[in-house]
């Protein structure tokens, strides 16, 4: 829209490929001497980056309060949207360019405040009418789209917009009928003049003062510049810009806003954050194909086909040139048949389907991730203005050689090697200050604790977090430092220290661990919740492990992990007096948790870290001598912590008042330890399983012992190594009234789905033939599959192997048995 006396109004669609070429053919025909944009005016002083070779779309302007960051907004510009383009011709050509929109002190402060939120409470970043985060109830796009008898709002903005000129060059000349590169903004805006006469604001009250500020804008720019000025703005606006108000009207309506000082710094953005419908406009849905669109110089149906058919062959898929010559063919009769001017997306994946995929929708989705989306993340130059912490990490991902990426990627470390551990350390470090740029996943190579896997994507979004996190300090170190000693004193729950004390350990943060330790010990004394100390202990155990990869000292921590563990076994077996199901079964789970954690602690003189004796108290199969022990494996006097927690598993193990799931499965651990003789196992197993006990309590035993856990997965083990054991079992079950099946039955079948099918499929055989019936096992028959007894030199014939992987030449077989462990 264009007048002799006023400026050029150059209604857009925001990311608009079509409307980027429409802009640059408009301004190299009117050749204006200043350029307005939609957008925040407190960016005018970075927009001479744009023309630094380092910038590269896509790019946004962020704008964040500086009191508190996390209240952002963002002005995203690709490739391909006009305001971009508008901005690069400015700088290219020596014209002036400005922002014009509503500053961002306003809008963030609006945002803030409930009285400017039109009932929405959303951010206020630069939308237009149909963006979905206003909840506007025109879509100015759907009306005109609907009025030309399109029931697809795309796919008119497509054959209207994005594809005029030339059939086979978007990115070209004008053709036939586009001579005049003013007309389709002259005959945009009355289309929309139409429908802010029908709808008037759409309803959003606050386009009102928006379009009041850029009025006064463009008049205070037209009188430097004259009346030949270009203005760059949503065509929503365009009619309200062209209409004629007074200086004083357009004050009064700006007058009392609320103000929040502000910082505005540019950022990099990808093409997955422009296809989220949220953020500056409406998301669009392919913003690679737009990109596509925009950038080829002349067949771009033809061109993406070949993009496709490169991306199909490099997944292994059969793609022949005959395929893409096949598929531009099917795709251009499609449009014909449709009546489109030049195939758009649709026809191309419609084409794409048919030919290349073989009717399948599986690859499409690749496709779409790939292509049709794409991964491009931009790039910004270090001379954009930003917070010091995200001047030090940027710095440290440089020094890491960690880049940050738009595409998800996986990352093994090796925490054995300097720069690995360093990488784990900020990656750490920078999920305890909520920047989660990468998440642990689990490894696909050693389970070692000198092994990590890190899932790794950057969002633009982590702008923002670091931003907020720049509160806490200046670099990543002082930052997480300060952030972790704040959540150590904020916290009331023990197992939220625990977790933390482990989060320092992994992220290298020793400044911080005497503030953590304090905090700990402190609430350790005060919580007298077995419950409680259940849930703190694992994760002070797993804790620990970290000290030798890590070189962290951990005696202080394992000094409190030790009196949390005391503290269970004191209190622990009159916990578990008196529980209902719901309560046994959670009792269940800290047995298991803890059990697990205190073979990880520092052992006394008699104990290995893992839970077992050394060479020097036992035998070669880990039995102790009778003398050494009672009737439990436990010995008595005892003062070490894994001697207690054996005591105190003993005592469960044989007390009626303590629920079934619970004694169960405290023989079972005792068993599993070597503890626990086979004879004293039937005998329990004998007991729960008499005819005086109640069905349905004697199923929660046999869940317990033969059911999995953290600590002891393989249950079904144990059935099919001792058939004793399983005919005890069979002869219960068999012997379970048929009034009372129905009540055990789902306990049972609970326990054993859980088996691996081939020990079901074992279990099922013995039962076929008859275990032993609770009698010694056959010494010349072992289960199917297995030889009767252990053969000590097939055995023997790994230890070789054990000493070339752990580097233990020099130790004798019991010394690398020990290590092994």
């Known amino acids: 829209m264009t007048g002799t006396t006023g400026p050029l109004l150059l209604g857009v669609r925001h990311h608009g490929p079509g409307s980027a070429r429409a802009v640059r053919a408009a301004l190299d025909a009117a050749k204006p001497p200043a350029v307005l944009i939609e957008g925040p005016p407190e960016g005018d002083t970075l927009l001479p980056l744009a023309a630094d070779e380092r910038m590269s779309p896509p790019v946004a302007l962020l704008a964040h309060a500086v009191d508190d960051p996390g209240r952002a907004s963002f002005w995203p510009m690709a490739e391909f949207s006009p305001e971009w383009v508008a901005i690069r011709w400015a700088l290219d050509h020596g014209a002036a360019v400005r922002f014009i929109d ?168 990808t093409h997955r954050r422009l296809a989220r419908h949220s953020g500056y406009g409406a998301g669009i849905d392919s913003p690679g194909w737009y990109g596509h669109l925009f950038s080829a110089p002349d067949r771009p149906v033809e061109r993406w086909m070949t993009k496709v058919a490169g991306l199909l062959r490099d997944e292994d898929r059969m793609v022949s040139s005959a395929h893409v010559i096949e598929a531009v063919r099917l795709a251009g009769t499609l449009a014909a048949m449709r009546g489109r001017p030049l195939a758009g997306l649709t026809e191309t994946i419609d084409a794409v389907r048919a030919v290349m995929c073989d009717g399948s929708d599986v690859p499409l989705g690749l496709i779409r991730d790939r292509l049709i989306i794409g991964d491009a993340l931009g790039e910004v130059p270090d001379s954009a203005p930003a917070v010091p912490l995200q001047r030090d990490l940027t710095g440290l991902q440089r020094t890491l050689r960690l880049k940050p990426e738009a595409l998800e990627r996986e990352l093994d470390l090796d925490l054995r090697k300097e720069t690995d551990a360093a990488r784990s350390r900020l990656l750490h470090r920078l999920r305890l200050l909520g920047v989660g740029w990468g998440e642990p996943a689990a490894g696909r190579g050693s389970t070692g604790t ?80 077995v ?142 330890d070597g503890r626990l003789a086979e004879d004293e196992a039937a005998r329990l197993m004998g007991l729960a399983l008499s005819p005086g006990t109640p069905p349905a309590e004697a199923a929660a035993w046999v869940e317990g012992f033969v059911g999995g856990g953290s600590a002891n997965p393989g249950g079904g083990m144990l059935l099919v190594h001792d058939e004793r054991l399983l005919g005890l ?42 275990p032993a019936g609770g009698g010694p096992a056959r010494a010349d028959a072992g289960p199917p599959g297995f030889a009767p007894g252990l053969d000590e030199a097939r055995a023997d014939a790994v230890l070789p192997l054990l000493r070339m992987l752990l580097d233990t030449a020099g130790m004798d077989d019991d010394e690398l048995l020990g290590a092994g462990k």
Not at 495 to 500: K, N, S
Not at 545 to 559: F, I, K, M, N, P
Not at 644 to 660: E, I, N
Not at 746 to 765: I, K, M, N, Q
């Open 531 to 672: 419950g409680h100390l259940a849930q703190a202990l694992p994760a002070l155990a797993r804790s620990l492990r970290y000290g030798d990869v890590r070189s962290t000292d951990t005696a202080a921590l394992g000094e409190v992990a030790t009196g949390l563990a005391m503290r269970i076994c004191v209190g622990l077996p009159p916990a578990c007096t008196g529980l209902d199901a719901d309560g046994a079964a959670e009792m269940r789970g800290h047995l298991d948790a803890v059990h697990t954690a205190i073979r990880l602690l520092p052992d006394a003189k008699d104990e290995n870290r893992d839970g077992t004796r050394g060479a020097e108290d036992e035998n070669r199969d880990g039995t102790r001598g009778p003398k050494d022990e009672n009737r439990y494996g436990t010995r008595d006097g005892a003062e070490d912590v894994a001697g207690r927690w054996a005591g105190v598993l003993a005592k469960l193990a044989g007390r009626d008042s303590v629920p079934g799931v619970i004694r169960g499965r405290a023989a079972r651990l005792l068993l599993d």
């Open 102 to 269: 509503l500053p961002a002190t306003h809008t963030l402060a609006m945002a803030k405040d409930p009285t400017w939120t039109d009932g929405e409470g959303e951010e206020v970043d630069g939308g237009e009418p149909g963006d979905q985060r206003h909840g506007l109830r025109v879509d100015p796009i759907a009306v005109l789209a609907e009025t030309a008898g399109y029931d697809d709002p795309e796919r008119w903005w497509e054959d209207v917009i994005e594809h005029r000129g030339t059939g086979s060059a978007p990115n070209g000349p004008p053709g036939p009928g586009d001579h005049d590169p003013i007309a389709v903004f002259t005959e945009l805006a009355g289309a929309m003049a139409a429908l802010r006469e029908a709808y008037g604001h759409g309803g959003h009250d606050r386009d009102l003062i928006r379009e009041a500020y850029m009025r006064l804008q463009i008049r205070a720019t037209r009188k430097t510049h004259g009346d030949g000025v270009a203005v760059v703005c949503g065509a929503w606006h365009v009619p309200a810009l062209a209409e004629k108000t007074t200086v004083t009207a357009d004050r009064a309506l700006l007058k009392g806003l609320p103000k929040v000082k502000t910082e505005i710094t540019w950022v990099p953005w």
């Open 729 to 770: 079992l069979d002869a219960w079950l068999t012997g379970v009234p048929a009034e009372a099946f129905t009540d055990v039955l789902p306990l049972l079948r609970r326990t054993f789905s859980a088996y691996e099918p081939g020990v079901r499929r074992t279990l099922g055989e013995l039962v076929r033939r008859g």
């Open 450 to 529: 000198f092994r990590e896997s890190w899932r790794l994507r950057w969002e633009p979004e982590l702008h923002v977090r670091v931003a907020e996190a720049g509160v806490w300090g200046t670099t990543v170190l002082a930052a997480a430092t300060a952030k972790a000693e704040s959540d150590a004193t904020s916290a009331t729950v023990l197992a939220e220290v625990t977790a933390l004390a482990e989060r320092c350990l992994l992220a290298g943060l020793s400044d911080a661990l005497p503030v953590v330790m304090k905090a700990l010990a402190d609430r350790a004394a005060l919580d007298a919740d």
